[in-house]
Nanobody, 117 residues
Framework: QVQLVESGGGLVQPGGSLRLSCVASATIIGINRMGWYRQAPGKERVLVASITTSGSTDYADSVKGRFTIFRDNFKNTLYLQMIILKPEDTAVYYC???????????WGQGTLVTVSS
């Protein structure tokens, strides 16, 4: 059973930065798509950013220019660099892996990001 463990969340002031990490217990080489989702209180879980095996990235409009997703295959780690954080970025952030054709799907346990003064 492959596990995904997120870290890096916390309390930050508006305009601040955080870097989230997601360490996988197995290699991430060949994982079709990895991404970060977030779920704010009372709202649905939504995709924030994703990255494919080729390194192609995609971002939600609300985070474009502020968030960067990248991966380190040697460390089996997915990252989300977040800058210019806003109160509306407050949510639990989840790491996600998806196999080709929906062959599998994995989730981390989530890490809470709170943006508040």
């Amino acid at each position: 059973q492959v596990q995904l463990v997120e870290s890096g969340g916390g309390l930050v002031q508006p305009g601040g930065s955080l870097r989230l990490s997601c360490v996988a217990s197995a290699t991430i080489i060949g994982i079709n798509r990895m991404g970060w989702y977030r779920q704010a209180p009372g709202k649905e879980r939504v995709l924030v950013a994703s990255i494919t095996t080729s390194g192609s990235t995609d971002y939600a409009d609300s985070v474009k220019g502020r968030f960067t997703i990248f991966r380190d295959n040697f460390k089996n780690t997915l990252y989300l660099q977040m800058i210019i954080l806003k109160p509306e970025d407050t949510a639990v952030y989840y790491c996600h892996q998806a196999g080709a054709g929906g062959s599998f799907e994995r989730w981390g346990q989530g890490t809470l990001v709170t943006v508040s003064s």
